[in-house]
T-cell receptor
Framework: DIQMTQSPSSLSASIGDRVTITCRAS??????LGWYQQKPGKAPKRLIY???RLQGGVPSRFSGSGSATEFTLTISSLQPEDFATYYC?????????FGQGTKVEIK | QVQLQESGPGLVKPWGTLSLTCAVS?????????WSWVRQSPGKGLEWIGE???????NYNPSLKSRVNISVDKSRNQFSLNVKSVTAADTAVYYC???????????????WGHGATAIVSS
């Protein structure tokens, strides 16, 4: 299986901060990666697909970059509604695998 | 607008079979997309279970493959998950999701259901 390692596992940030989350794949997955936001008691919501393409309806403060084994999700200016857990998901190889998640908390 | 809705018994006895259904609205299950199941154990991360195409092709997570079956009912525009011989480790929120296809390419799970909780307990 391809291991997806996210860092950090949690972070504290303030409103307006720039936040960066990294996901590393254990092997080359090209750009077959998505980023998801999950709030407590809710289903995951896709933010980014194909590593860097913004899902329709998602605010432009979210962006994704990277390819092969290293990927980044950036929130340019953290808003109150962005406090949540974020996951990466690779779909290059079966089984599809998620990162362990990054919890973004209020400082 | 595509919507997915999971349903099924919330309580399953140990060594029984967990059965869930995902009803699809706003899209045909006979489209080119794949239809997936993902679960999340209490306080844990997300685990992909498997997926099905309307033509009958399936892909499963090897960690669960021996106990899992995913099927599709085109007449009802829904797909189902069966997990047999369940234990407490199968207690989780189960999500169904659409795996989007654009042209020849798979583009990941873009639409998700709200989730259904399944508890394994006697």
């Amino acid at each position: 299986d391809i291991q997806m390692t996210q860092s950090p596992s949690s972070l504290s940030a303030s409103i307006g901060d720039r936040v960066t989350i990294t996901c590393r794949a254990s092997q080359d997955i090209r750009n077959d990666l998505g980023w998801y936001q999950q709030k407590p008691g809710k289903a995951p919501k896709r933010l980014i697909y194909a590593a860097s393409r913004l899902q329709g309806g998602v605010p432009s403060r979210f962006s994704g970059s990277g390819s092969a084994t290293e990927f980044t999700l950036t929130i340019s200016s953290l808003q109150p509604e962005d406090f949540a857990t974020y996951y990466c998901l690779q779909h290059n190889t079966f089984p599809r695998t998620f990162g362990q998640g990054t919890k973004v908390e209020i400082k | 607008q595509v919507q997915l809705q999971e349903s099924g018994p919330g309580l399953v006895k140990p060594w029984g079979t967990l059965s869930l259904t995902c009803a699809v609205s706003g899209a045909s299950i006979s489209s080119s997309n794949w239809w997936s199941w993902v679960r999340q154990s209490p306080g844990k991360g997300l685990e992909w279970i498997g997926e099905i195409h309307h033509a009958g092709s399936t892909n499963y997570n090897p960690s669960l493959k021996s106990r899992v079956n995913i099927s599709v009912d085109k007449s009802r525009n829904q797909f189902s998950l069966n997990v047999k011989s369940v234990t407490a480790a199968d207690t989780a929120v189960y999500y169904c999701a659409r795996g989007a296809i654009f042209g020849p390419d798979y583009h990941g799970m873009d639409v998700w259901g709200h989730g259904a909780t399944a508890i394994v307990s006697s």
